[in-house]
């Protein structure tokens, strides 16, 4: 099962599990096959899967899925990823040259049995494979394809190359993100990728409800990686609509939103978010400037930000003689929303990831010997019924071939010779 934890102890969020969880979860029954390499589908997949559907993954014979040797390895020299550990959990691999003919028929015969395929390959490159959906369609209309890609499937950009750096530069949050007297910095994540992974999973759930519940056919959901950060940008299409308003970079603050901002301890930074109208008065009072907590100008948001360098200043003033600690001991009685900024480390001996089992600690075998202890986050979001679970972990390349292909009625003797002929 799963690690279970106690909210009394520190250590808690990383409690050792020898195996894995068996929970069935929401999507049981639900298969879905994975035929994307890197962050977009792979990432779309494990969210399924961690609801409980059965994921099959397409991989490469030759080396496999190159997310496999990303960021840090175990063991470091010639190892695996460690991503790889939570990226591909509850995955089964199936290793398949989707050059060879025999190979595109596993895949075909796959995706007859499927609910969901996910891919995120260039537009047109399984088109030109014979695995369009119009193929695989074909004996499974009911089927839902989620497709991936850094443009959509269709306009003058759709056979460009589009990695999620792209879409966030183009969808418009490089632009805002950062100071305005610096470049714009990129995330510390592949959060393009991800937010159009979280918008394929979305799309796959309401076609398949559509086909379950309102007797529709299958259909595709085609995500362009640049669109699914375009759609989380607020309010800026409006604002240059109406008033020609291009918002610019601001550095920590959140514009037009007062205040919202990251502001200097004597030990560090705390981020502060008062920018609700009762909010914003307990906050005041709290740093002992009753003037600006009754001034009648501040008491909504469109009077707080044309003196947002003001209220920024009082907070900074008050801030400058105090600790963090001591910060968030007056704010936090105060009931003002207020917060450190977490490294990871923060986040393993926090009481709160603890209490939520945040952080759960599995054996990774990899094949390699007796493996390690691999942290991975719990699955989010929490159901109370029907919790998501980590089954297993990413599986070796090819983990699961045999047994796949077994369903599918190969035997022994022809997945020897399919070995042989390197389809698999």
């Not at 106690?6 to 990383?14: G, V």
């Not at 990303?70 to 550990?85: D, I, Q, V």
């Not at 850094?150 to 792209?166: C, K, L, M, S």
């Amino acid at each position: 099962m799963s690690a279970a934890h106690s909210p009394e102890s520190q250590d808690a969020s990383t409690e050792t599990a020898s195996k894995p969880g068996q929970g069935a979860g929401p999507l049981a029954g639900v298969k879905v096959l994975e035929l994307g390499t890197l962050i977009a589908g792979p990432f779309a997949a494990r969210f399924l899967g961690e609801f409980g559907a059965d994921v099959i993954k397409i991989e490469d014979p030759k080396g496999g899925d190159p997310l496999r040797k990303w960021r840090k390895l175990y063991p470091e020299a010639g190892g695996t990823s460690l991503w790889w550990a939570v990226q591909a959990r509850n995955k089964k691999s199936v290793t398949v040259n989707l050059k060879a003919e025999e190979g595109k028929e596993i895949v075909r015969r796959l995706a007859a049995e499927a609910d969901i395929v996910i891919e995120n390959f260039r537009p047109g490159l399984l088109e030109k494979l014979g695995l369009g959906y119009d193929v695989l369609s074909k004996n499974n209309p009911g089927l839902v394809m989620v497709r991936l890609s850094g443009y959509g499937q269709t306009g003058p950009y759709r056979d460009r190359p589009g990695f999620g750096a792209i879409a966030e530069s183009m969808g418009g949050l490089r632009h805002i993100t950062g100071y305005p007297e610096l470049p714009p910095p990129r995330i510390g994540i592949s959060i393009g990728d991800s937010i159009a992974a979280l918008h394929g999973v979305i799309g796959a759930m309401m076609a398949l409800h559509h086909r379950n519940m309102n007797g529709g056919s299958g259909q595709i959901v085609d995500v362009a990686l640049y669109e699914a950060v375009f759609n989380m940008m607020e309010s800026v299409v409006p604002e240059y609509g109406v008033y020609g308003m291009v918002r610019e970079r601001t550095g920590a603050s959140l514009p037009g939103i007062v205040p919202s901002n990251t502001y200097p301890c004597r030990d560090g930074s705390i981020v502060i978010g008062g920018n609700s109208d009762p909010i914003f008065k307990r906050l005041m009072t709290a740093i002992e400037r009753a003037d600006l907590a009754s001034d009648p100008d501040l008491a909504h948001n469109d009077g707080r930000v044309p003196r947002t360098a003001e209220i920024d200043g009082a907070i900074a003033q008050w801030l400058s003689t105090r600790t963090i600690d001591e910060a968030l001991d007056v704010l936090n009685a105060a009931d003002v929303p207020v917060g450190r900024i977490y490294s990871v480390a923060d986040m393993f001996t926090d009481p709160q990831f603890a209490a939520r089992q945040m952080i759960q600690q599995f054996r990774w075998q990899d094949g390699r010997g007796e493996g390690v202890d691999v942290a991975l986050p719990a699955v989010t979001p929490k159901l109370s019924a029907t919790p998501g679970d980590t089954r297993w972990l990413g599986p070796a390349l090819g983990e699961h071939t045999d047994e796949v292909l077994r369903t599918l009625g190969y035997d022994a003797e022809h997945i020897a010779r399919l070995r042989e002929q390197q389809v698999v």
